[in-house]
């Protein structure tokens, strides 16, 4: 399990290269840097997965990577899915099972279209660092690690009671906090015609930050990590510079300012 419990760590060129020769060098290489962006919300960086290259969501709360359907079926890829490697700031990952879905509802909203999502099953084999502004990712190549995305202990509260858990880091998914709907008071749906009420949580408390008032979305709990009552986004993550440790299950969140 990839833990922090707060802002500090816890335990938790040559002129010319034939394709050849350039894909050798991302094999061997033990680091590497690309500049990164923050669109709508989310992590985003340049990749190429099977063969595809693009621009990738960053996402540290997937378990899973996955290749959009449009790409997939242009480059001639079939579902359910493919094993590929995959390269993301000049390093070489060792071939996964990747799955071709529709990104639609998800990057629909992007600035720029995206190629797929790279999650954990590729990332957990680096150290990885994570500067949102100006947007940079480094990597580190590490040893072998678990698959499993990073928790944060943190505490919610709405004014009267606090609450205090686990919760999944995730660098490509947008709202700055999501809970469990195990987490909150049921109420009646509203009537018909009517807006949806917004949720809101007078306060969230992770790694030496406070954010206030933060509107958050109410997720079903079998969407979630078993062992997390909710999910911080990046739009809370930007606040920090984090790094992700996977092969020593690791997390660091170091405030930015």
């Known amino acids: 399990m990839l833990t922090a419990r707060s802002a500090c760590e816890s335990p938790l060129r040559a002129a010319s290269l034939t394709f050849a020769a350039a894909l050798a060098l991302a094999t061997q290489a033990r680091a590497g840097e690309v500049a ?8 985003v960086a340049p990749a190429e997965v ?21 790409r997939a079926m242009g480059a001639g890829l079939a579902e359910p899915g493919v ?13 996964t099972d990747v799955a071709i879905v529709s990104l639609d509802a998800r990057a629909g909203s992007l ?4 190629a797929g999502v790279i999650g954990v099953d590729v990332l957990s084999r680096y150290r990885m660092e994570v500067r949102f502004s100006p947007c940079r990712l480094t990597l580190r190549r590490g040893g072998p690690a678990k698959a499993e995305v990073p928790l944060v202990e943190a505490t919610v509260s709405d004014g009267r009671t606090a609450r205090r858990g ?13 809970l469990s709907a195990t987490e909150v008071e049921s109420s009646p749906p509203p009537a018909e015609g009517e807006p949806a009420p917004v949720w809101r949580v007078d306060r969230l408390s992770v790694g030496g ?31 920090f510079r984090l790094t992700f440790d996977f092969p020593r299950s690791r997390l660091t969140l170091t405030p930015a300012r």
């Not at 990164?36 to 992590?43: I, K």
């Not at 094993?83 to 071939?95: I, K, N, Q, V």
């Not at 406070?210 to 979630?224: D, S």
């Open 111 to 114: 600035p720029t279209p995206v």
């Open 209 to 239: 930050e406070l954010f206030t008032r933060l509107e958050i979305n109410i997720v079903p709990p079998e969407t979630l990590d078993p062992r997390a009552i909710g999910v911080i986004g990046a739009e809370a993550l930007k606040a």
């Open 36 to 43: 990164c962006s923050f669109e709508g919300g989310v992590l």
């Open 166 to 178: 686990w919760f999944v880091v995730a660098t490509g998914q947008a709202p700055a906090l999501q």
């Open 83 to 95: 094993r590929a490697s995959t390269h993301l700031a000049g390093l070489e990952s060792p071939p």
């Open 50 to 70: 099977a063969g595809i290259a693009g621009d990738y969501i960053i996402d540290t709360g997937q378990p899973a990577s996955v290749l959009h359907y449009d």
